[in-house]
RNA sequence: GUGGUUGUAGCUCAGUCGGUUAGAGCGCUGGUUUGUGGUGCCGGAGGUCGCGGGUUCGAGCCCCGUCUUCCACCCCA
């Protein structure tokens, strides 16, 4: 017996309705992408594990989908190693490559290896499948898409401006109304953790903090002293538990916090100038908001952050994501190139967008007539009209099987083609075609001459 | 990686306290004047109840394991 067929977890089909509405928000992407001067890249679905591994974190590392080498690839393993169960170390001979995370650190690795082809500052855009061995839950999965846009080899700050109008223009063209843009900078926690003298702990401090709307207050301070952060230097934190108000206004809460911390206050200069700039610009649908507690997993961003949650009441964590990485070509040799860059989540916007309803009433991209197959001589008749309506820009096909009718006109029905033509022994002698409209069931004959007339209009 | 949850026909789901041959709706298929679909009527096919073990005279139902689904945590798009 057959065995009943399956995906792996976490992976999902797409079908005609489904592809469509992907279509629909990847060509509002890329139209944004490359009226803002991105051009298109891509890069393979797998790399080499030295390539990707170490770049996320300790915990990225377990996400990353390792690929088993092919031949003998135990010969390296001998037996003590093997009983000893270490799978980092054994994973590392038995696997060389693996699937790719995320765009950005291969983006990284594609910039380095091309540097003499590139004119800088280079934009690119890339839309493709990223990887994670993740427990899937919802918006969750362990094959999802994500588009990114990013720029290296520019200290400006207009490109995070930029960036915010990217944001804001593509959640427009959306009709996704009233997203909040939540803006932070690493320097400004990096400050924070200064002024606490607790510099060491800058990604225990920041992750705690992250829940901050979460869990609250009590809760993170609970898990700041698990984290071994002083208990002083938690108390220092008050304030920023307890900010409030306009941008403006948290702004001058924050200057006055890190008045003593350099690198604090350049954070806030970046933010302050940039929120200056799209207060001259303004913006369309989207709000901007300053949010201390904004501190993102990723480790390898050094300036701004952000992130775009979908508008209120929609539970689906952000839909899209950024911020600027001075060192990320570092790593694999290229100094002194700084970069920015945001990613949408194409898999979550999907979600969001159908949850509001707010895909337009699909266009159906199928066929607008199709030729009722009655036998060999009528076939051959309707082939060669078939062919001329397509010449003329037409979506028509001919139903393969003389069939019956009853099913072609039912494929015709089920498939929401909205006109059947048939051509019988009367037409072909009368040089003629029939066109039945599906909705109304009236039918016409005419000459094809007529008949493409009237597709035409 | 941790905790919970789910699995019965192609799909959505019933199935009582463990008791004879596991049901419905939709879909599929055939027929209902053989050149006419979408609403009618009549018939038909389709299930190892996720998989493997166990308890019992007897298991879709109880127990254990495993996979899967969804949710939360960790983390993240």
């Known amino acids: ?24 928000i990847i060509d509002i992407l890329k139209h944004r992408f490359q009226l803002y001067g991105f051009m298109p890249i891509e890069t393979p679905s797998f790399e080499n594990s030295e390539t990707l591994l170490g770049k996320y974190g300790e915990e990225g590392d377990r996400l990353i989908f390792k690929i088993l080498n092919n031949g003998a690839f135990l010969d390296k393993v001998d037996d003590e190693l093997l009983s000893s169960k270490n799978e980092s170390v054994i994973t590392s001979k038995i696997s060389d490559r693996a699937l790719r995370y995320d765009l950005t650190v291969p983006f990284a690795r594609y910039v380095v290896q091309h540097q003499n082809e590139i004119a800088f500052p280079f ?65 400004i926690l990096a400050g924070i953790a200064e002024m606490m003298g607790a510099e060491d702990k800058l990604i225990d401090f920041t992750v705690a903090l992250d829940k901050l709307d979460k869990i609250g207050a009590e809760q993170v301070k609970t898990e700041m002293l698990d984290k071994g952060i002083d208990p002083q230097a938690i108390e220092k934190l008050q304030p920023v538990f307890e900010l409030s108000g306009s941008f403006e206004e948290k702004i001058t809460q924050m200057k006055s916090l890190l008045s003593e911390s350099t690198i604090g206050l350049e954070g806030i200069a970046e933010l302050e100038f940039i929120k200056n700039k799209l207060t001259t610009l303004k913006m369309k649908t989207a709000h901007l908001d300053l949010d201390i507690t904004l501190a993102r997993g990723l480790n390898y961003y050094t300036g701004c952050i952000f992130e775009v949650s979908a508008p209120q009441g929609v539970n689906i964590g952000s839909i899209s994501g950024g911020g600027r990485y001075d060192d990320l070509t570092g790593i694999f040799g290229m100094k002194d190139m700084s970069g920015v860059g945001i990613s949408f989540g194409l898999d979550r916007i999907y979600l969001v967008l159908e949850e509001l ?26 082939m060669e009209w078939m062919f001329r309506f397509r010449e003329s820009g037409i979506k028509t096909e001919l139903f393969p099987d003389a069939g019956k009718m009853k099913k072609q006109m039912t494929y015709a029905d089920k498939n929401e083609i909205p006109f059947v033509i048939l051509a019988g022994e009367d037409e072909i002698k009368a040089g003629k075609l029939t066109l039945k409209h599906m909705k109304t069931g009236e039918q016409e004959t005419l000459s094809p001459e007529d008949l493409l007339k009237r597709f035409a209009e």
Not at 1 to 22: C, H, L, V, W, Y
Not at 173 to 182: A, R
């Open 123 to 187: 934009k690119r855009y890339q839309i493709q499948n990223v990887w994670r061995a993740d427990r899937p839950q919802k918006g969750r999965f362990r094959e999802f898409t994500q588009c990114d846009a990013d720029v290296v080899g520019s200290d400006s700050l207009l490109q995070e401006v930029e960036f915010i109008k990217l944001f804001d223009d593509v959640f427009t063209d959306l009709k996704l109304n009233g997203c909040t843009i939540k803006i932070n900078n690493r320097k």
């Open 1 to 24: 017996m057959a065995q009943k067929p399956s995906i792996p977890k976490g992976t999902r089909d797409f079908s005609p309705n489904e592809m469509e509405r992907r279509q629909y």
């Open 357 to 382: 309803h707010l895909f337009p009433e699909t266009v159906k991209a199928g066929v607008q007539a199709l030729f009722i197959n009655f036998g060999e001589a009528e076939a051959n008749y309707c």
